[in-house]
């Protein structure tokens, strides 16, 4: 229920370039794809609401999906489910885990790709490994940036003055074997490419959700190009050169262990191909 005492104006603009012009006119304005971060922590009878609000899902530009040899584009109001239902076989593995993540299950028919990646939910993590590039238009602008370009260092979105995200594009070479998985509040993704029984190159990072992502490039150099499986010393030197990475950073000593170990079992159990007889 909405408190009636208050004034609230929604607006359900039709054409991008109707939204546009209307965020410019309206600045304050609250964007709604889901809209469920507006009601996640509402626990009082009335629901409390910005004056206006702007609701993106009647967009048609921010509802399309398109790819080509090399990329997905999809559209910042499109909703998990709908991502979920192009298939495992186009998705990379690792988002589709993502996305598949996100509980309760009917939320997924409400959350918005847009509106997980600005609250830097399940699928954020996975498409900053990634590196994907996201499409942010205002009505005055239009660019492209890398998505580890969207947060500032202290966490928070760097968009200009009515500018929206509108687009994402995902890569497909993004390696043939994949992983996310969440522990409580600790998320790990990694990509790798194995060809027969060498591991030609590895991504990995680690992210705290309400955290930051902690992902080491020299540390990657160093395990890619080992043969699999990796043995206890590699495993052993590894996971000591990210523990000392760790250690530039303000980590909890309970993170810390626990990604530790992670990372040593993830390594431990890194194998090749199998061997077909
Ligand atoms: C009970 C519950 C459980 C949940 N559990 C999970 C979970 O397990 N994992 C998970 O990942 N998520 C979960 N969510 C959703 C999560 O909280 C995020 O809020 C959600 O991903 C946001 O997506 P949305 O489309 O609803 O965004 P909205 O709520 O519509 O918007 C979120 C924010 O993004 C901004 N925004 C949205 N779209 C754009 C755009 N195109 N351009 C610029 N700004 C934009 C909005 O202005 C707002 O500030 C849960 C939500 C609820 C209610």
């Not at 942010?136 to 760097?158: P, Y």
């Not at 027969?196 to 992902?215: A, P």
């Amino acid at each position: 229920m909405i408190n009636s005492n208050s004034s609230l104006n929604v607006y359900s603009p039709t054409s991008l370039k109707d939204l546009l012009q209307l965020y410019k006119k309206i600045p304050t304005a609250h964007l709604y794809g889901g809209g469920t971060d507006i009601l996640k922590d509402q626990s009082r009878k009335y629901l409390k609401l910005p004056e206006n609000l702007i609701y993106l899902k009647k967009v048609p530009e921010l509802s399309y999906i398109t790819r080509t040899e090399r990329y997905l584009e999809i559209g910042s109001c499109v909703t998990i489910n709908r991502i979920l239902s192009i298939g495992n076989h186009v998705v990379p593995e690792a988002l589709f885990s993502a996305l598949q993540s996100i509980t309760p299950p009917s939320i997924k028919n409400l959350v918005t790709i847009g509106g997980n990646i600005f609250t830097k939910r399940n699928t954020y993590p996975v498409l900053l490994l990634m590196n994907i590039s996201i499409e942010l238009k205002s009505s005055d602008s239009s660019r492209w940036i890398q998505i580890n370009k969207l947060f500032s260092n202290n966490g928070k979105i760097e968009l200009s003055p009515n500018e929206i995200i509108t687009r994402i594009r995902i890569p497909f070479e993004t390696g043939n074997k994949q992983t996310f998985s969440i522990f409580g509040d600790l998320c790990f993704c990694s990509l790798a490419n194995i060809q027969k029984n060498v591991l030609n190159n590895i991504n990995f990072l680690f992210h705290i959700f309400d955290g930051n992502s902690y992902r080491s490039r020299e540390v990657e150099a160093e395990v890619s190009g080992h043969n699999l499986p990796l043995s206890d010393r590699t495993v052993g030197y590894i996971t000591g050169l990210f523990v000392s990475f760790m250690e530039k950073h303000d980590i909890s000593p309970y993170h810390r262990a626990y990604i530790n170990n992670l990372l040593t079992s993830y390594l431990k159990n890194l194998s090749g191909e199998e061997a077909v007889y």
